[in-house]
């Protein structure tokens, strides 16, 4: 057995001290959520975005947020549940910009035709759904209209169900209430759907805990108390079959899935969403296995010794997405870095701050947040206007460690910078996004 309770070099160690006294600069935060909420309306098919305001708003396509910048005026690489994370680093970063007077007119107006677009327009548009539930990825042709989409997947239902509760709590338009009636038996079609598809995996268990959690409050919302206590029950059920999931051997993470025996199995290596169920609030972070996790993830290796965090350097913080069983994957992603910070910020915050997490959760964050150019951190972070003129915002994929190569500075996805969003709401401003609340 692979020893993995290794303790953290000093390099770490003094980088999580140094990186913990970023938390103090809120002013500058609020610009950092301005310009990630700005670059999400720019991956929105609707007139948020110039280069898609002649798009008919029956079109299929209007409203969905692309996964990255539409910059030519067609979304041209979908994959709904990561616009749903997009969607919610919305609903939550501009909330928190206008209750603190810091959105302007230009964000209000895209801010809020976007999340219009999305919630009214798309997810309620049958062309894009795949009978009850919606597919994992779409794809239009040049007049918008569906020219493909996968059968109907639970995870990615889940995280639009979730996103469309949060919808009825923070829309900007005024119409929350209104969406939380006329939608429920969408709604509740959806989490039908998820109910009765919903696989062993741990994440799509983790997002259907949350969104059956979500979708119980909705129900209790208007007076179904009959279908709210069903699925505050399945969501309880579900949360207790995660705990089988838990590796009790040396790496303390959870299996990628249960197999027929009820065998946990890592899928060819060790992924992110080992920690999705104390990201997404499917299991409590208070339980002694949240902390073990954490202390496996910040300091301890997987297969072939290598950290899953890596542990000095231009790179500490960094998270690899994905430790292979065989051979070496050398890239680091900000979007692992910012989902990690979020589970360790609520686990610190449940457990009176374990092993100093709050710093742990910062090193991530501020290895994320590292700006194009930096000498450390990832050096990801597009927050100027010269390295994609126009579309300020975002986080390029991932960097390379070894020699410090990254993709085309297009490639930031939506949903890091609802990630980015959420971990800001929470170190930042001190403030829990739960996803199944």
């Not at 953290?8 to 500058?28: I, K, T």
């Not at 280069?51 to 910048?69: F, P």
Request: glycine residues 10%; hydrophobic residues 35%; proline residues 2%.
């Amino acid at each position: 057995m692979l020893k993995s309770w290794k303790k953290a070099g000093p390099a770490l160690a003094a980088a999580v001290s140094l990186f913990g006294a970023a938390h103090s600069a809120m002013a500058d935060s609020y610009d950092d959520m301005w310009m990630e909420c700005k670059y999400v309306t720019q991956c929105s098919c609707t007139a948020a975005n110039s280069s898609t305001a002649g798009v008919s708003a029956s079109a299929a396509a209007y409203g969905v947020l692309n996964d990255w910048r539409i910059g030519n005026g067609m979304p041209d690489f979908v994959q709904p549940g990561e616009a749903a994370i997009g969607s919610i680093g919305l609903l939550y970063g501009y909330h928190r910009l206008t209750v603190a007077g810091r959105s302007n007119a230009d964000l209000d107006g895209k801010a809020k035709t976007a999340l219009s677009g999305f919630f009214w327009s798309w997810i309620r548009n049958t062309n894009n759904q795949a009978g009850n539930g919606f597919p994992a990825s779409i794809a239009y042709n040049s007049s918008y209209g569906v020219s493909s989409k996968g059968g109907g997947d639970a995870r990615v239902t889940a995280e639009l169900l979730i996103a469309m509760w949060k919808y009825t709590q923070l829309s900007p338009n005024g119409d929350g209430a209104n969406y939380r009636s006329q939608e429920y038996a969408h709604a509740h079609s959806m989490a039908d759907f998820t109910n009765a598809n919903l696989s062993s995996w741990t994440v799509d268990r983790s997002y259907a805990v949350a969104a059956y959690r979500c979708f119980s409050k909705w129900a209790t919302a208007v007076g179904d108390t009959a279908t709210s206590t069903y699925y505050s029950n399945q969501a309880n059920s579900i949360s207790a079959l995660l705990a089988n999931a838990q590796d009790k051997g040396t790496w303390h993470n959870y299996y990628d899935y249960l197999d027929g025996g009820g065998n946990g199995v890592y899928n060819g290596g060790i992924d992110q969403t080992g920690f999705a169920p104390y990201e997404f609030d499917a299991r409590s972070e208070s339980e002694q296995y949240a902390k073990d996790l954490t202390t496996w993830w910040d300091h301890g290796t997987a297969y072939n010794g290598a950290y899953l965090t890596v542990q000095s350097g231009q790179y500490a913080g960094g998270v690899h997405q994905f430790t292979p069983a065989s051979g070496t994957n050398t890239q680091v992603y900000p979007g692992s870095a910012l989902q990690l910070a979020d589970a360790e910020w609520k686990i610190a915050q449940a457990t009176g701050n374990y092993n100093n997490l709050y710093a742990s959760a910062w090193s991530h964050y501020n290895f994320a947040k590292s700006a194009v150019g930096s000498a450390t951190g990832s050096g990801d972070w597009v927050n100027n206007s010269t390295t994609d003129p126009n579309f300020v915002g975002g986080f390029i994929d991932w960097v390379d460690t070894s020699n410090g190569n990254r993709p085309a500075s297009w490639q930031r996805f939506v949903d890091t910078s609802g990630y980015m969003i959420v971990a800001t709401e929470e170190l930042a401003f001190s403030s829990i996004v739960d996803f199944s609340s």
